[in-house]
C-alpha cells in the first residue's frame, strides 16, 4: 500500500496498463492521416489567426501615433495662433 496516495498494487498496475494503452491509442490516433490533416488544418488557422491579430495590433499602434502627432500638432498650430493674434500685441 502506497502510503502517500493510498493506493494499492493492483490499483497501481490497472494505472500503468491504462496508460500504456492510452498511449497506445494517442500514436495510432497520430499515424492516422486524417487526423494528421486535421491538426495540420488547425494549426495552419490557429497560426492565420495569430498573424492577423499581429498586424492589427501594429496598425492600431500605428494609427495611435498618427492620431497622437495630428493632436499633437493641432496644439502646436493653436498655440501659434494665439501668440500671433493681432490683440495681444495691442497695448
Do not use: C
Amino acid at each position: 500500500m502506497d502510503q502517500k496516495f493510498q493506493v494499492s498494487g493492483k490499483t497501481k498496475s490497472a494505472f500503468v496498463v491504462t496508460e500504456q494503452k492510452v498511449s497506445t491509442m494517442r500514436s495510432a490516433i497520430m499515424k492516422n492521416r486524417y487526423v494528421f490533416t486535421g491538426e495540420s488544418w488547425v494549426t495552419g488557422a490557429i497560426n492565420k489567426v495569430a498573424k492577423a491579430a499581429s498586424e492589427v495590433r501594429q496598425k492600431a499602434k500605428e494609427k495611435a501615433a498618427m492620431a497622437e502627432e495630428e493632436r499633437t500638432r493641432e496644439m502646436l498650430d493653436d498655440y501659434a495662433k494665439l501668440h500671433r493674434s493681432p490683440h495681444l500685441h495691442k497695448a
